[in-house]
Structure formats: C-alpha cells, structure tokens
C-alpha cells in the first residue's frame, strides 16, 4: 500500500478509535498506539522518509496534517474526560511541593503561659499547692475577710467592676484565694495561684483593666519574715535566671498584713538607671508581709496558734520585664509579630 493510502487509513482508524474511547485509560492507550514514539504515526514517519524528494513534499504535508489533526481531536477528547474534579486533582498534585514541609510553621507558647509554667514549676518544687481561684468574687472574699471592711479607705484604691447582683465583683486580686483556702484546708498550708485581676482604670502601655497576679501564701506554726524573704527572692532569682539578683524591703500598707512590706528587684537591665527602672535602678515586684490576725480568724485559723506570709506578685509585670516587652496591651492582643518573637 502507497503511504498516501495508509495515511488515509490511518486517519479513518484513528477517528473510529477514539469514538469508541470512554474513559482516561483508555485514551491513553489510544495516545501510546498513534501518538507514542513507535506509534503509528511515528512508523509513516519512518516511511517518509524513504520516499524520492519530490513525493515526500507532497505526502510529507498530508503527514503533517494527520499529525495535527490527531493531536487536536486527541486534546478535545482529552478536555471532555476530565471532569471538573479530575481537573482539580491533576492541578493540585502538579502544586504539590514535596519540600513544603520543611519549612513548617510552629507555634510557641504565649509569654504568660511560660513564666506561668516556670512559677508553677518552682513553687511546686518548694512543696506549694497550685490552687486555681474564682474571677468573680463577693464583697467579703475581696475586702472585708482580708480585713477592709467597708468604708474603709483601701477599697478606694481597688478601682472595682460591680456586677449587677449587689455585692458581687470582678475579683480586684488573687488575695481572696487566701480565704477560700483557709477555709477549706487545715494548716500547714501553702499555695501559689497565678489569676487574671480586674480593676476599673484607663488603659495605657503600663494599665490595663485585666491584669495578672500571682499569690503566694504559707501558713503553719512559727512562720516568720524570713521565710517570706528567702522563698521570695528565690521565686524572682529563678524567674529572672539571675543569681545576683538585688532585693530591697520597704515598709508598706496592705491591710491584711502586718507587717506589710514591698518587695523591689535590683533591675535587671541595667545597673545605673534605665527607662525600664525609671532611672531608680529598682523595680517593683510584689505587695507582701505576715498574715494580720484577722484574716486568719476571718478563714477560721488561730492566730494564737498559727502565723503565716503572703505576698502578691504583678505577675503581667514581671512578664513584661523579663521579656523587655514595653506595652502591657500587646499581651492580649493576639498580634501574630508580637507572639512569633516567643
Ligand atoms: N493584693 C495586693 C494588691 O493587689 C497585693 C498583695 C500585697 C498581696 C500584700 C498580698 C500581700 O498577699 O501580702 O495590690
């Protein structure tokens, strides 16, 4: 047979073949059979070139075209198969990056939650239970069992969200943990809480309307100052991972202690005055002193019986030293550049 005749041939074999094609398979093997590099197409091919320079211009050109009309009706019947979906698959897989996972994502854990990890830690390992207290708290839990009854002037300074149900508050510290445990537990007793704060004030870089606050307190026979001091102080010498790390005692008005007293750090960012320190070379740290009497008849412990510290930490401050962060609002701010420094 003349390959002008084959071609033909071809052609008409090819147009059967590919209306019988139903699926992708069987496409392909349609491709392999005309289009595949010993296809049929490839053979005429081979055949052309055998043909004298003259028949081969004319042949060659009708070769040609078969071959475009092939690949034509072969993309059509190709695009009529893939459903939309097969589309989609094909496309995603030819996206698919095998390197993508190198170069994952991860998360860190918020700067509160690791300094709290880190207290709960420390406190655990000098024998403190962790207790959790309540956010919303009553008139006698907040002030008046932590000796401020009312009318007292202190209540003034705790700048409070009322609830509507009348006497019930945002709690304004962690120090009505103190009651609820001595209530519950009998002495020795000692805990760490570490808890959200409210007070009613405007907001600024160094206020906030929620803070935190960590408190601590120990009570037994014959608990003195100095075992505030030293448990203190080893709190902030692991907290700031300084062992050189400066205290400083100042006498100081809390109504449930007493003695009360403000518990100040060397700053650990400078040693002659910095914006942080406000140029005193101090920071302020915690509120503290020795259980006042009536606090612990308000929890029903004797104070003929037994003493006990507390003390109560700026926790989002200590946060915001130790990480030099400058604006207390980005601590709840969700801002993802803030959180990836972590
Ligand atoms: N509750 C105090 C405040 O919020 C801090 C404080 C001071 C807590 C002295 C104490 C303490 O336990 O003994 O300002």
């Known amino acids: 047979m003349d390959l002008k005749k084959q071609i033909i041939e ?4 090819f147009h059967q073949a590919l209306s019988a094609v139903g699926t992708l398979e069987q496409l392909e093997a349609t491709r392999v059979t005309y289009l595949g590099r010993q296809g049929t197409l490839a053979l005429l091919t081979d055949e052309l070139k055998k043909l004298a320079p003259e028949e081969k211009r004319e ?3 009708l070769l040609n075209e078969l071959k475009q009309e092939v690949q034509k009706l072969f993309d059509a019947k ?3 198969l893939e459903t939309a979906a097969q589309r989609e698959a094909a496309e995603q897989l030819k996206n698919f990056d095998v390197t993508a996972y190198k170069q994952r994502l991860q998360g860190s854990l918020h700067p509160y939650t690791q300094v709290i990890k880190q207290i709960e830690d420390l406190f655990i390992s000098m024998g403190f239970v962790i207790l959790d207290g309540k956010e919303v708290e009553n008139d006698f839990y907040n002030f008046t069992a932590l000796n401020i009854p009312e009318d007292h002037p202190a209540r003034d300074m705790h700048d409070t969200f009322w609830l509507q149900t009348p006497g019930w508050l945002l709690r304004t510290h962690t120090s009505p943990v103190q009651i609820h445990a001595m209530q519950q537990r009998k002495p020795p007793i000692a805990l760490a809480v570490n ?3 409210y007070r009613h004030e405007a907001t600024d870089a160094t206020h906030d309307f929620m803070f935190m606050q960590t408190e601590g307190m120990v009570i037994d026979k014959n608990i003195s100052l100095a075992h505030l001091i030293s448990s203190a102080q080893h709190m902030l010498r692991v907290l700031f991972e300084k062992a050189d790390l400066k205290f400083r005692m100042r006498p100081a008005y809390y109504p ?3 003695p009360g007293l403000d518990i100040d750090i060397s700053c650990p960012f400078c040693k002659s005055g910095c914006s942080i320190c406000k140029k005193t070379g101090w920071i302020e740290a915690a509120g503290a002193g ?3 009497p009536r606090v612990l008849q308000a929890g029903s412990i004797d104070p003929a019986v037994y003493s006990g510290y507390a ?5 989002t401050r200590l946060v915001m030293f130790k990480y030099g962060i400058h604006d207390i609002r ?3 701010s969700s801002s993802l550049d803030f959180l990836k420094q972590f």
Request: proline share 0%; charged share 20%; hydrophobic share 50%.
């Open 10 to 13: 071809t052609r008409n074999l």
């Open 59 to 61: 042949v060659g050109a």
């Open 78 to 80: 190709k695009a009529e």
């Open 195 to 197: 808890g959200r704060v």
């Open 256 to 258: 449930f202690v007493e």
């Open 290 to 292: 020795l259980i006042h």
């Open 311 to 315: 003390f109560g930490f700026g926790l």
């Open 330 to 332: 980005l601590l709840h």
